[in-house]
């Protein structure tokens, strides 16, 4: 298949048979416009791929067992299943495991990759694999990927993103769901997070549903400028931070909808104080609270119901909805907390927080507000120069 992608015009499309193509590697492969790559129907045609300093490639509708990624611009994974079930990818297995995308940056901040419209299931990575389903390694920091539209299910081994790179984009549409840290001790003993930062900065996570995970955000060890936005996240009630910011500096935690669930800016025993955080125009429910561990840091235009007051004053000084904050249960334009999708936690016409913001928007997410559209394409049509592999 690869002499074939090499070999193809700008702008065509090659259709795959349904059966297993093995490894693809492609290596060194320069297209003006996009080579698509696709299955004639389904996701029935499977592959590992190995992708590097390669342009313009765009892998659609397949089955993918695992995809070493290192440079390249203008590159495209959509509507494709990533999935554990076709066994450990020798060739790179020290990095990559079944089912897992290995992203190497390279450095060049204008990339313009794009992973979006996937869906990633039930992934476990091997003992001596990156950690992340989606594991975004540092090159020299910049990155050029953005991580849109996907859906991650667990339970599986991993986090489902962990990223150490400069400027990466996860958001809008992503879907986060059942990455629970008691199915991963009893499994591998590997940590679990929806989406761990390690040695990350610049990161903007915006627009995406966060539910039925033991961590949606772990960021440990720091980070520089992070940006949280119009986030939907969906918790259990529990004591400790499902959104953990530690020693982070400059961060933003800025309209999104919290339910049942804590937020730390926070630090690690032996690092230091968080500093200079927003937490701003946000909205808590049912038992959630904010935790500031840190300097300059300053909260304010929040609306919090009576139980994440309660819960918040319970925590002492170091817990606040800071100033401007509204009192009060907001209403939506969903159903219950049980059937809501992320467009329905949107408030209503007539609810708290109906565009009183700092910024004069909806407190919490506003669905028709800052937060791009990316949207996967579903209709496939072949064009003149079709070529049928």
Same mark, same amino acid.
């Given at each position: 298949?690869?002499?074939?992608?090499?070999?193809?015009?700008?702008?065509?499309?090659? !259709?795959?048979?349904?059966?297993?193509?093995?490894?693809?590697?492609?290596?060194?492969?320069?297209?003006?416009?996009?080579?698509?790559?696709?299955? %004639?129907?389904?996701?029935?045609?499977?592959?590992?791929?190995?992708?590097?300093?390669?342009?313009?490639?765009? @892998?659609?509708?397949?089955?993918?067992?695992?995809?070493?990624?290192?440079?390249?611009?203008?590159?495209?994974?959509?509507?494709?299943? *990533?999935?554990?079930?076709?066994?450990?990818?020798?060739?790179?297995?020290?990095?990559?495991?079944?089912? $897992?995308?290995?992203?190497?940056?390279?450095? =060049?901040?204008?990339?313009?990759?794009?992973?979006?419209?996937?869906?990633? +299931?039930?992934?476990?990575? !091997?003992?001596?694999?990156?950690?992340?389903?989606?594991?975004?390694?540092?090159? =020299? +920091?910049?990155?050029?990927?953005?991580?849109?539209?996907?859906?991650?299910?667990?339970?599986?081994?991993?986090? *489902?993103?962990? %990223?150490?790179?400069?400027?990466?984009?996860?958001? #809008?549409?992503?879907?986060?769901?059942?990455?629970? $840290?008691?199915? !991963?001790?009893?499994?591998?003993?590997?940590? !679990?997070?929806?989406? $761990?930062?390690?040695?990350?900065?610049?990161?903007?996570?915006?627009?995406?549903?966060?539910?039925?995970?033991?961590?949606?955000?772990?960021?440990?060890?720091?980070?520089?400028?992070?940006?949280?936005?119009?986030?939907?996240? @969906?918790?259990?009630?529990?004591?400790?931070? $499902? @959104?953990?910011?530690?020693?982070?500096?400059?961060?933003?935690?800025?309209?999104?909808?919290?339910?049942?669930?804590? /937020?730390?800016?926070?630090?690690?025993?032996?690092?230091?104080?968080?500093?200079?955080?927003? *937490?701003?125009?946000?909205?808590?429910?049912?038992?959630?609270?904010?935790?500031?561990?840190?300097?300059?840091? @300053?909260?304010?235009?929040?609306?919090?119901?009576?139980?994440? /007051?309660?819960?918040?004053?319970?925590?002492?000084?170091?817990?606040?909805?800071?100033?401007?904050?509204?009192?009060?249960? #907001?209403?939506?334009?969903?159903?219950?907390?049980?059937?809501?999708?992320?467009?329905?936690?949107?408030?209503?016409?007539?609810?708290?927080?109906?565009?009183?913001?700092?910024?004069?928007?909806?407190?919490?997410?506003?669905?028709?507000?800052?937060?791009?559209?990316?949207?996967?394409?579903?209709?496939?049509? #072949?064009?003149?120069?079709?070529?049928?592999?």
């Amino acid at each position: 298949m690869a002499s074939a992608i090499s070999g193809a015009a700008d702008g065509s499309t090659i !259709c795959l048979n349904g059966g297993n193509y093995g490894t693809v590697t492609l290596s060194n492969i320069s297209k003006v416009s996009d080579v698509t790559i696709q299955s %004639t129907t389904g996701q029935t045609a499977i592959a590992n791929f190995s992708l590097s300093n390669t342009n313009h490639i765009k @892998v659609q509708n397949m089955t993918i067992y695992s995809l070493y990624w290192s440079g390249g611009t203008n590159n495209t994974f959509s509507n494709n299943l *990533f999935t554990g079930d076709g066994g450990a990818w020798n060739s790179h297995s020290s990095m990559v495991g079944t089912g $897992q995308i290995y992203y190497y940056s390279g450095g =060049n901040s204008s990339a313009n990759n794009l992973i979006n419209g996937n869906t990633f +299931k039930t992934i476990s990575v !091997c003992s001596n694999c990156a950690e992340g389903w989606i594991s975004l390694q540092p090159g =020299n +920091k910049a990155s050029g990927v953005t991580i849109s539209n996907n859906t991650f299910t667990g339970p599986g081994d991993g986090d *489902f993103i962990q %990223t150490g790179t400069s400027g990466v984009v996860i958001g #809008p549409g992503n879907s986060f769901i059942g990455n629970v $840290q008691s199915w !991963c001790d009893s499994h591998s003993g590997r940590h !679990c997070d929806s989406i $761990q930062g390690y040695g990350q900065d610049h990161t903007t996570i915006t627009g995406n549903y966060f539910s039925n995970d033991t961590i949606f955000i772990g960021n440990y060890d720091g980070g520089t400028a992070d940006v949280i936005t119009h986030n939907v996240f @969906v918790g259990n009630n529990q004591d400790a931070g $499902q @959104v953990l910011l530690g020693s982070s500096n400059s961060d933003v935690f800025e309209h999104n909808t919290v339910i049942g669930m804590a /937020i730390g800016f926070d630090k690690k025993t032996e690092l230091s104080q968080s500093q200079n955080g927003i *937490f701003r125009n946000n909205i808590l429910l049912q038992n959630s609270r904010v935790a500031f561990n840190c300097s300059g840091c @300053v909260a304010s235009y929040n609306l919090a119901d009576s139980s994440s /007051i309660n819960t918040c004053s319970a925590h002492g000084s170091e817990c606040t909805f800071g100033s401007n904050l509204i009192t009060g249960t #907001p209403t939506f334009t969903g159903g219950s907390s049980t059937t809501k999708t992320w467009s329905g936690w949107q408030l209503t016409s007539t609810s708290l927080g109906y565009r009183n913001a700092s910024d004069g928007a909806d407190r919490g997410i506003t669905y028709n507000g800052t937060t791009a559209t990316v949207t996967a394409s579903t209709t496939l049509v #072949p064009p003149a120069n079709l070529r049928v592999q």
